[in-house]
């Protein structure tokens, strides 16, 4: 199974220091839909693996989340993409859960679902955690200068990166990135 797990605030849509709290305010990046529907034209499933605190805190519901989430699914429906399925930590950070990220426990549960072992996959996100809770299950990490990191595309990357990796204007140079790698022979191929 070809499998890419995404971030989604700051990677997919606008991140908000208030919050993404209702489906208005859940406004795509240019091009991340496109992006994940060349993904999924490739033979690629995309899963989100996402801190939602905002449920925790109470500052929204689970309905606003799946009206949300109902608002991103119908726009990358009409591109001819879909998310297999969107993995999030509801909790508190003084929750002390396993589920939020930096901490692996959503990628676990991840590949628990689809049975598959995460070792090599490739997970893109916007922050140093994203990439953390991925390294931590196995996964290959992708950061991605949009939304926490949009600060660093002056060249100058955040302190304490995972080794290996690897740095994308935004999720479409991510996917071109994937699609390209996916598309070159393996090596000792003929």
């Known amino acids: 199974m070809k499998l890419v797990i995404l971030d989604r605030d700051g990677t997919i849509n606008s991140d908000s220091e208030d919050f993404v709290k209702t489906p208005e305010e859940w406004m795509p990046l240019p091009g991340a839909l496109e992006a994940i529907a060349r993904?999924?034209?490739?033979g690629w499933h995309v899963v989100i693996a996402s801190n939602q605190s905002g449920l925790g805190r109470?500052?929204?519901?689970?309905?606003?989340?799946?009206?949300m989430h109902a608002k991103m699914h119908k726009?990358?429906?009409?591109l001819g993409g879909r998310v297999d399925?969107?993995?999030?930590?509801?909790h508190s950070p003084e929750e002390s859960c396993n589920c939020r990220k930096p901490l692996p426990g959503l990628f676990e549960q991840i590949g628990a679902r689809f049975g598959v072992p995460l070792k090599g996959v490739p997970t893109a996100g916007d922050s140093l955690r994203d990439l953390l809770a991925g390294v931590a299950a196995g996964c290959e990490p992708h950061l991605v200068l949009t939304g926490k990191s949009a600060q660093y595309r002056n060249g100058v990357l955040p302190e304490g990166l995972?080794?290996?990796?690897?740095?994308h204007q935004d999720l479409s140079a991510f996917a071109d990135?994937?699609?390209?790698?996916?598309?070159?022979?393996?090596?000792?191929a003929l």
């Not at 993904?39 to 490739?42: G, K, Q, S, V």
């Not at 109470?58 to 009206?67: C, E, I, P, T």
């Not at 995972?162 to 740095?167: A, F, N, Q, R």
Request: aromatic share 10%; glycine share 8%; hydrophobic share 50%.
């Open 162 to 167: 995972p080794p290996g990796t690897l740095v």
């Open 177 to 188: 990135f994937i699609l390209e790698r996916s598309a070159r022979p393996a090596p000792g």
């Open 39 to 42: 993904l999924n034209h490739a």
């Open 85 to 90: 399925a969107v993995f999030y930590c509801p």
């Open 58 to 67: 109470g500052l929204f519901d689970v309905a606003s989340l799946n009206a």
């Open 75 to 78: 726009m990358l429906a009409a």
